[in-house]
């Protein structure tokens, strides 16, 4: 069965400067996909970023980037000039992409991201 | 827009005592999800439709039940809130058909307490 591990529970930046969230995930799949998602106190959880593990390039929106690392099944989130916004739950999530698993998934604990003025 | 609403927000529930939550999308997905969200915690699956065809996740206790009469609506049904019930509850929609690479939509969420 496929984990996700987020390891930093609590994690705090400083606005305008860059912080890098942690996700490492198990898997003997070799095709699937990786999300990141944000939940902000009080408000509904939306897709940050998605990576495909066939592309070796990394994904990027705007401020967010992903280090992805297949053979260390290593997944984190780089987002870079914080804002006060930014400050949520971080969710890292798994999704196999073979049609009998990929309704379902996976999501690590979570990390709180505190955003300090 | 189009969107996933959850009503109500808030729902106070007694001991025992049946609760319904509702879900409806305007997205016109063909597969609805309900997530359980502890304090803290990361969302657990408790099941999904793929159009009418329901999946329950193993673990997902008797005391869950759904209903999704038409495309649009899903229902959580908790026939015997208990404490340990007592959680976020998440509604989400991806497309048909469900593709690995698409990402699911979630609504604001139901905040259930037992009393």
């Known amino acids: 069965a496929q984990t996700v591990t987020q390891s930093q529970p609590e994690m705090s930046v400083q606005e305008a400067e860059t912080v890098t969230l942690s996700c490492t995930y198990d898997?003997?799949?070799?095709?699937?996909?990786l999300f990141w998602y944000k939940q902000p106190p009080s408000r509904q959880m939306i897709l940050v970023i998605r990576q495909e593990a066939y592309k070796q390039q990394n994904a990027t929106e705007n401020r967010f980037s992903v280090n992805f690392q297949k053979a260390a099944k290593s997944f984190s989130l780089k987002i870079s000039d914080s804002q006060l916004g930014d400050a949520a739950m971080y969710f890292c999530a798994y999704r196999s992409a073979f049609e009998t698993s990929y309704d379902k998934v996976i999501f690590g604990p979570g990390t709180s991201l505190s955003v300090i003025p | 827009d189009a969107m996933v609403i959850q009503n109500p927000r808030y729902q106070v529930t007694q001991f025992g005592k049946p609760v319904t939550l509702s879900c409806s999308q305007t997205?016109?997905?063909?597969?609805m999800y309900w997530y359980q969200q502890k304090s803290s915690q990361a969302p657990k699956l408790l099941f999904h439709?793929?159009?009418?065809?329901?999946?329950n996740e193993a673990d997902t206790p008797d005391n869950f039940q759904s209903r999704r009469p038409n495309t649009s609506f899903c229902f959580l049904d908790i026939r015997s809130p208990g404490l340990g019930d007592a959680a976020m509850y998440l509604c989400?929609?991806?497309?048909?058909?469900?593709?690995?690479?698409?990402?699911?939509?979630f609504g604001p969420g139901t905040r259930l307490l037992v009393l």
């Open positions: 898997t003997s799949e070799s095709d699937y996909y």
């Open positions: 997205l016109n997905h063909n597969v």
């Open positions: 439709y793929y159009d009418k065809d329901f999946n």
């Open positions: 989400a929609t991806s497309r048909d058909p469900p593709l690995a690479q698409e990402t699911q939509y």
